[in-house]
């Protein structure tokens, strides 16, 4: 039987170094941050239950997360849609439609 593609995360020190950055950002993206500290976790050896618990993700989250890792590394943490973009182009369309007939 064929054995599954190894999929552990082994970080070199520069990833390991603005995964801390990243996870430790006071000011920053909370978002990023839980993302950095789910990839942390996984490359120190936790298992997605120690990881569920301890930062209350679901197993689907991060499964995610280290999916986007892997194929893109830190910068596959960056989500990929940006929805409040998307909010201001439609309320600049919106601003800009002539009512007057």
Known sequence: MPQPPDTTIVLTIEERQALHTLARAGRGRADLARRAQIILRLA???SYLDI???LGESSRTIGKWKRRFL???????????DAAGDRRAATRVVRTYDYSA
């Open 44 to 46: 120190d050896g936790a």
């Open 52 to 54: 569920e618990r301890g």
């Open 71 to 81: 194929e893109a590394r830190v910068a596959g943490l960056e989500g990929r849609c």
